[in-house]
């Protein structure tokens, strides 16, 4: 992958609030090997693979990011490591930080496959993972993923933490699901050297589930906690959602991702490209750009002069909300096609 070829524009994306775009999210595949409740049906319908762009066309989208200032790039999906080829991916984008052009890639997984992929992660630079997983019970991580899939990714977690990988888990907070274990799950993390972020559920995508049942508010999670701990906040931003504290008892860190309760759109640094080329200039709005027409019909030339159309449209901030009444997504695509 060479950022150097082709007529260069180095202008930086900043959009009409002056936020600078250098974080760009890359869903590389709808599909996945488990099923999570909130966030798709048993019988979820992936998308026809000639609507996927290729490898090829990943990798020149992506170098046109670079090329405009993104120094950061996260590979999400569905789950990113089915994808085929994603390793040759994943070295070429490591080039590209060995060279210093990009600050870092990593990305979000479930884990399942990781263990045979994360000797070559390493080696090709990536440096942390989030590796989602929201219960240690093997009989609640088949009910809410539908597959019997735990020993797998606790497996694939010590294999990346083998290889040097920072990991830190994502556990979405589950209204009497995983509630009870949420403190069990946090002291144990630490334990192992890991950092966790709590995720507030997002309505995205009709999963065929009622939101407000699963939906836990974190201000109440993190009152719980604060009975037995002691939160020390952080002023450590990274220009996402989270908000994150320090337990003083366990040393380990914690994040809150409560886009429900919160707005955290001022810092706002990121959009998110799908694995169709949609680009997304919000996570939780339906505006997009259709970046793999633009590639197909006009060819690569075109791509910048879209980027430019595309970050104008990028919105102030979302306005997600759970609302018992109107029972319906906040935005239709599921959280597998933006990956998150
Ligand atoms: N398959 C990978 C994984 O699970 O890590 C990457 C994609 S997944 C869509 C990214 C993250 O989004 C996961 O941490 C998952 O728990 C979270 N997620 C999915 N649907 C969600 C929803 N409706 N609300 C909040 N988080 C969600
Ligand atoms: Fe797959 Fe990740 Fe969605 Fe679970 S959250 S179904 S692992 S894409």
């Given at each position: 992958?060479?950022?150097?070829?082709?007529?260069?524009?180095?202008?930086?994306?900043?959009?009409?609030?002056?936020?600078?775009?250098?974080?760009?999210?890359?869903?590389?595949?709808?599909?996945?090997?488990?099923?999570?409740?909130?966030?798709?049906?048993?019988?979820?319908?992936?998308?026809?693979?000639?609507?996927?762009?290729?490898?090829?066309?990943?990798?020149?989208l992506?170098?046109?990011?670079i090329?405009?200032?993104?120094?950061?790039?996260?590979?999400?999906?569905?789950?990113?490591?089915?994808?085929?080829g994603?390793?040759?991916?994943?070295?070429?984008?490591?080039?590209?930080?060995?060279?210093?052009?990009?600050?870092?890639?990593?990305?979000?997984?479930?884990?399942?496959?990781?263990?045979?992929?994360?000797?070559?992660?390493?080696?090709?630079?990536v440096?942390?993972?989030?590796?989602?997983?929201?219960?240690?019970n093997?009989?609640?991580?088949?009910?809410?993923?539908?597959?019997?899939?735990?020993?797998?990714?606790?497996?694939?977690i010590?294999?990346?933490?083998?290889?040097g990988?920072?990991?830190?888990?994502?556990?979405?907070?589950?209204?009497d699901?995983?509630?009870d274990?949420?403190?069990?799950m946090?002291?144990?993390?630490?334990?192992?050297?890991?950092?966790?972020?709590?995720?507030?559920?997002?309505?995205?995508?009709?999963?065929?589930?009622?939101r407000?049942?699963?939906?836990?508010?974190?201000?109440?999670?993190?009152?719980?906690?604060?009975?037995?701990?002691?939160?020390?906040?952080?002023?450590?931003r990274?220009?996402?959602?989270?908000?994150?504290?320090?337990i003083?008892?366990?040393?380990?860190?914690?994040?809150?991702?409560?886009?429900?309760?919160?707005n955290?759109?001022?810092?706002?640094?990121?959009?998110?490209?799908?694995?169709?080329?949609?680009?997304?200039?919000?996570?939780?709005?339906?505006?997009?750009?259709?970046?793999?027409?633009?590639?197909?019909?006009?060819?690569?030339?075109?791509?910048?002069?879209?980027l430019?159309?595309?970050?104008l449209?990028?919105p102030?901030?979302?306005?997600?909300?759970?609302?018992?009444?109107?029972?319906?997504?906040a935005?239709?695509?599921?959280?597998?096609?933006?990956?998150?």
């Amino acid at each position: 992958m060479s950022v150097e070829s082709g007529a260069r524009d180095n202008r930086p994306l900043i959009d009409r609030f002056g936020r600078e775009i250098t974080y760009l999210r890359v869903s590389v595949t709808d599909r996945c090997d488990l099923r999570c409740n909130y966030c798709m049906p048993e019988k979820m319908r992936f998308l026809p693979r000639a609507d996927l762009l290729t490898l090829e066309e990943l990798e020149q989208l992506v170098t046109a990011f670079i090329l405009r200032g993104v120094r950061k790039i996260r590979l999400t999906g569905g789950e990113p490591l089915v994808r085929k080829g994603i390793d040759t991916l994943i070295d070429r984008l490591g080039e590209q930080v060995a060279s210093g052009v990009l600050e870092e890639i990593t990305l979000t997984t479930n884990g399942t496959q990781l263990a045979r992929h994360a000797r070559r992660l390493a080696r090709a630079g990536v440096k942390r993972i989030n590796v989602s997983l929201d219960t240690l019970n093997p009989r609640k991580f088949h009910e809410i993923t539908r597959r019997d899939a735990l020993a797998d990714v606790l497996r694939g977690i010590n294999a990346a933490q083998a290889e040097g990988i920072r990991i830190k888990l994502n556990t979405v907070a589950l209204k009497d699901i995983n509630e009870d274990e949420l403190p069990a799950m946090i002291a144990w993390a630490h334990a192992q050297g890991h950092d966790m972020t709590l995720i507030e559920i997002m309505p995205m995508g009709d999963v065929g589930a009622d939101r407000y049942d699963q939906y836990l508010p974190l201000s109440e999670v993190r009152a719980g906690l604060e009975e037995n701990w002691t939160l020390k906040p952080l002023m450590m931003r990274t220009g996402g959602p989270a908000r994150y504290v320090e337990i003083e008892e366990t040393g380990g860190k914690l994040g809150f991702i409560t886009p429900l309760t919160h707005n955290f759109c001022d810092g706002c640094n990121r959009v998110r490209l799908t694995c169709t080329g949609q680009l997304y200039m919000c996570l939780g709005q339906e505006d997009r750009m259709d970046l793999r027409a633009v590639l197909r019909d006009q060819g690569s030339v075109a791509i910048n002069a879209a980027l430019d159309r595309a970050i104008l449209q990028k919105p102030k901030g979302h306005d997600f909300a759970i609302d018992r009444q109107a029972q319906k997504p906040a935005v239709l695509r599921t959280m597998s096609l933006t990956g998150g």
